[in-house]
């Protein structure tokens, strides 16, 4: 699973500290889905977005903490008419400008096909916001097939699929920026 392990010499040491196994197709799952959202997470709180995740995966472990420690925002802003909010509420994540309205949505797609998540970016699609999918890079075909779909004619320039090895780099990468920002300010 490439991309998954930003540091592959830790690989076995989580594996067993999540009591995981490479034969456990469902709890993988589950661990990469939860990793990369905790990325997308900790990536956003950086570049100084507030951040979101739905409800039912705040108590979902990030390495040793449950997102809803790493989050900013426990509760959605109410950004939209109610129905629009609720629809927003069930996306992985979702990074807030400073005006309170969503910069970013983002779909960690590990073992789901994107036709839900492209269904929620068109209901979102008024909105001047960043659409992702993130997803391992065996996916990329698959989606670019589903884009082409006619019903997703609308969104089909503005979703952007990122694969999972491009997501841990940038998260490098941004921890290293905002560690040389420190020292000099410019």
Known sequence: MPGLWALNDYREKVLEKFDLSTGENKQENLFNHTYYQGLIVEIGNLKNFETHVPNQDKNKLFL?????????LQDIYEFSYPTIVKRASTIDVIWFNHRKLPYAFFEVEHSTDFQNSLGKYADLQDFNSKFFLVCPIEKKRRFEDIIEVDIFKEIKNRVQFVDYDYISNLHTKTIEIVELQKTIKL
Not at 64 to 72: F, G, H, T, W
């Open 64 to 72: 040793e903490r449950p997102l809803k420690e790493v989050i900013s």
